[in-house]
RNA sequence: GCGUCCCUAGCUCAAUUGGCAGAGCAACGGACUCUUAAUCCGUAGGUUCCGGGUUCGAUUCCCGGGGGGCGUACCA
């Protein structure tokens, strides 16, 4: 489809190519970042900076441009005098989204901007596309705020560069999983890769996305958790491993919810779920220093702190205080009765989905935290040891902060038989199940796992919350979206 | 999946009861040698998401489809 705007792009790009230069040049001189001018400040020498043109104040002879760079903004002077015929030619065939280079001494102007003079101005990419443009005036105002979220979601590439925010965003989610891998590396964690597309699936709980592995004939799932390979490795011998990668789950989309999304799980042989604990405030804690948040920060208006130890709450006490009642003595109908008058949907009304559900509605969503929820009835934790002492719940833990679930640890099951007794009664009762059991995932367990400490964090959700960003999608960079049919 | 709201120029948004589709920014032409949401004068820019229907006439009302936002459900 021709479109005016980038016609009027492409005959400028046929201009500049007519005056000899090419708009497209395979390499640039060095040149220095933005904030390094910044920091220099007013000088005679020379200096050297590329970015994107942001901004151009025309005054007939004199050009006043803004450049950009991931380090910052800066203004450009650009006058006729000290450009050649060629430079001031190509000056006036520029665009906003261009990418240049200039060269030449930094002064300060009469309003006390730091400005580049630039003596030599080089063309490093032409831009075919209008991109919105977005303005800051001296209140702080923004203006032709861009916000329709299909647009920037499908050009996330638009987004970064208009929305500072995004962009700071998407460097503090680096950040952030830059740190975890440290803290895990630098406790001699060995990082591995696991299958993403697995013959039977396992681990958690979820609807799978299937898929056709064509030269084997045979139908294979994208994983919805790394755990049952992961601890297939502690049973080989690495002691401590850890994977960082996507899980995919195929459900419905939320606020919190992604169908894809991404997962660190963390195996630690001869440790539990207490140790789990302790690595989790220590990650999290590190985490905030890393996104530059400190670990007091505001969640959706709600300040709280992230400073260890974390608070534990029970998971039936808390649901006890929370309703008042004592749910775990309830008859199911009688639950099903407390359902229907809250209005909490079950497919599955049995007893403990009841009561999980309960959960969720009387105490999950509402603790601010950083809290572990521990004590979780075995019904619910089919991976997970029993305490010992009280059969009926497990050593587990979920984290929550902020109303998210961020983390689901526990002292890993690692009896062999009692794990494929569960295992196949699960098979027997969940619509999740298509009845298959992962035998290597249990034959590892008969050769033999030590005691071991696992746990799982939510990345995406860790960043939501490190970054005071409501929906997951923005901590995505590239969240699915239907295709549209051009 | 269900409910609900939205889709108009490159971007942000208007358009009275159903009556000539408009503005700001960006773009284009011109003026201007320290501006910074630069300013001033002028110009162009539209499949009103798509397809049907009602009507003399549809951006507006109706039906169907597409995409998205929000809420809700599913997600040990």
Redesign the pocket.
Known sequence: ?V???SD?RRE?LQRITELGIDPYPPRCADALPIAGIREVGETEESVTVSGRLT????????V?A?LRDTTGSI?V?L???TLSDTEWTLL??L??GDMVQVSGPV?V?????L?V?CQELTLLCKSL??????????QG?V?????????L?RHRCVDLQVNHDSMERFGRRSRIITSMRSYLDERGFLEVETPILQPIY??????PFETMYGSMDQKFYLRIATELYLKRLVAGGMERVYEIGKDF?N???????SPEFTQLELYEAYADYAVMMDRFEEMVAGAAEAAGTGTDITVDGTLLSLRPPFQRIGFMDSLRKASGEDLFSWEPAELEALMEEK??????PDRI?ML??LFDHFVAHRIIGPAFVVD?PVE????AKRKQGDPAVTERFEAFIAGLELA?AFSEQNNPLLQREILEE?ARF?A?REGTLDEDFLYALEVGMPPTGGMGIGVDRLVMVLTDT??I?DTILF???????Q
Not at 55 to 62: D, P, S, V
Not at 143 to 151: L, P, Q
Not at 251 to 257: A, F, K, L, N, Y
């Open positions: 489809m479109n005016e705007q009027i400028k901004a151009r104040r025309e005054h007939g002879k004199t006043f803004d203004q002077y006058g006729m005098k006036g065939l665009d906003l002064f102007t009469r309003t006390g901007e400005t003079k596309r209008q991109l919105p443009v977005v303005k800051v005036d001296s105002v203006h032709d705020e861009v916000t329709d979220r299909d647009y979601y396992g681990g958690a709980a979820a609807d789950r459900e419905g989309v939320d606020r919190t919810h209005g909490i949907a079950c497919e599955t989905t999980d559900k979780y619910l934790s089919p991976l689901n699960q969940s999740h409501a929906r999608r969240p699915h979206l239907r295709r549209v049919d």
